[in-house]
């Protein structure tokens, strides 16, 4: 005979477990083929949405020592990333790869989105949500794998 106390209502189905984590794991692999796909490097190069993040970075932590004039401020940025460029293509292959992953999953939508709060893109957003997603980053309750 079937024992029908240990069908308690509050304890999950073996049918719901499953579903639930095929729903997980497909979220997952969609936000890991997003961040594949709009990966920051590429062949030692920033990608356009690795530019993106670095450029909206930059604004954010250099803001104050950069120029005010509009186009020297442009002029400047595109400098400083081509000297990043330049840097991470000297760093260690394994530090390359985790820069990537950093900067793909800032440059992704969604990921950015839960890592910063800032819905605009880095290049769109002000100075304002620049300064407020790297205060979210900073306060994030994201648990720490240390």
Not at 115 to 121: A, H, I, P, Q, V
Request: a positive charge; proline letters at 5%; one cysteine or more.
């Amino acid at each position: 005979m079937v024992d029908r106390a240990i069908d308690h209502p509050l304890m999950p189905k073996r049918r719901w477990f499953l579903k639930t984590a095929l729903a997980i794991g497909a979220v997952g692999a969609t936000l890991g083929g997003l961040v594949f796909w709009h990966r920051g490097l590429r062949d030692g190069k920033l990608t356009a949405h690795g530019r993106d993040v670095c450029h909206g970075l930059a604004r954010g932590i250099l803001g104050p020592m950069l120029p005010r004039d509009a186009a020297q401020r442009a002029k400047v940025l595109e400098a400083h990333l081509d000297n990043m460029e330049d840097f991470i293509r000297g760093t260690p292959a394994v530090m390359q790869i985790q820069i990537n992953a950093v900067l793909g999953l800032l440059g992704n939508a969604p990921t950015r989105y839960l890592l910063t709060d800032l819905g605009n893109s880095w290049r769109e957003a002000s100075d304002v949500q620049i300064e407020r997603a790297l205060d979210t980053m900073r306060l994030n309750p994201c648990p720490r794998i240390v």
